[in-house]
């Protein structure tokens, strides 16, 4: 009838503008096991570029990369999950004091309020709003979470796995991901933190008893070494804290992780620990019930794809 969480398909995808990668995950008692990996490569040029993303110069492309993975498999995949980047997928809060109960009315009045809050045109989105936890006691002011991304990229991402015979039931992204596969590592605390870093610029989410309260984006392509690039994340981390600080009087920090590619971990180690004024520390793979291939070395590429394979529907 509806009632109760239903998990979601043990197989997920994650796409950029880099890579298509897939996993396969089988629940084993209370752990995970990660029993089938793909990395297939993107041409450079697939998907067109804006703060966004870019909808595909050709859809096929993407067509004949899952033909060929469908091929190399044994068992066919008619229903899975995909995770987006966070800059194709963006989060937002909004407070409202009142929501109507239609969908549609409801939709007109996220966008609006949406539209207050990023340079982005609304009617090219495709968005979605849920229950958030308060902040701190404001009345009848609600807070919603809102996940928006560009309408055409979508359908033609669904189109295409469509057209392959896969319904994709689930869109989440990188963040997202990486708090749910973080879920454990967080369990005891009250006010904890994820920091995703990618190759197009990092994540911040706050968690308050295990739920998202602010996340907060930002594109930075050059993250590796570029010494103006580095005093921007230090100022932003920083103001990001202060900004923490001032909205949750009442509550401390009380662990901060990072999900990071291996060759910049000690770096934003660093930043995150000065910036926080505590000991940042990595998801590393005893932290999450995961099982890994021997030849998975890192939990950075599979975090996101693992998070969202041990979500639920409601």
């Known amino acids: 009838m509806g009632l109760n969480p239903v998990p979601v398909p043990p197989d997920v995808f994650a796409l950029d503008a880099h890579s298509l990668r897939y996993g396969h995950f089988h629940r084993n008692g209370g752990g995970v096991d990660l029993e089938t990996y793909r990395v297939t490569e993107v041409d450079k040029d697939l998907f067109a570029a804006g703060p966004l993303g870019g909808p595909m110069h050709d859809p096929e492309v993407l067509r004949s990369l899952l033909s060929a993975l469908q091929d190399s498999l044994e068992q066919p995949i008619t229903e899975a999950s995909i995770v987006l980047p966070d800059a194709w997928m963006r989060l937002a809060f909004v407070e409202a004091e009142d929501l109507p109960k239609g969908s549609v009315a409801r939709d007109e009045i996220l966008r ?110 050059q993250l590796a070494g570029d010494e103006p690039s580095a005093q921007l994340v230090k100022r932003d981390l920083k103001l990001t804290e202060l900004y923490l600080r001032e909205k949750l009087t009442t509550h401390s920090l009380g662990r901060v992780l990072l999900v990071s590619p291996p060759e910049i971990e000690e770096r934003w180690l660093g930043w995150l620990s000065d910036a926080f004024d505590q000991p940042a520390h990595l998801l590393k793979r005893e932290h999450v019930p995961l099982t890994l291939p021997a030849a998975v070395s890192s939990i950075h590429d599979v975090g996101p794809l693992f998070g969202a394979a041990r979500m639920v529907v409601r």
Not at 148 to 157: H, N
Not at 202 to 212: D, I, K, M, N
């Open 112 to 221: 609006w309020k949406l539209q207050r809050m990023v340079p982005f045109r609304v009617e090219e989105l495709r968005l979605q709003g849920i229950e958030a936890k308060e902040v701190a006691s404001n009345g009848t002011i609600r807070r919603l979470l809102i996940g928006f991304a560009l309408e055409t990229l979508l359908r033609q991402i669904e189109g295409a796995f469509a057209d392959r015979g896969i319904q994709l039931g689930l869109i989440t992204n990188d963040s997202l991901g990486c708090l749910s596969a973080a879920g454990d590592a967080l369990r005891d605390v009250e006010l904890g933190a994820v920091t995703y870093v990618s190759g197009a610029g990092y994540s911040l989410t706050f968690v308050l008893r295990g739920e998202p309260i602010l996340q907060r984006f930002k594109a930075l392509p």
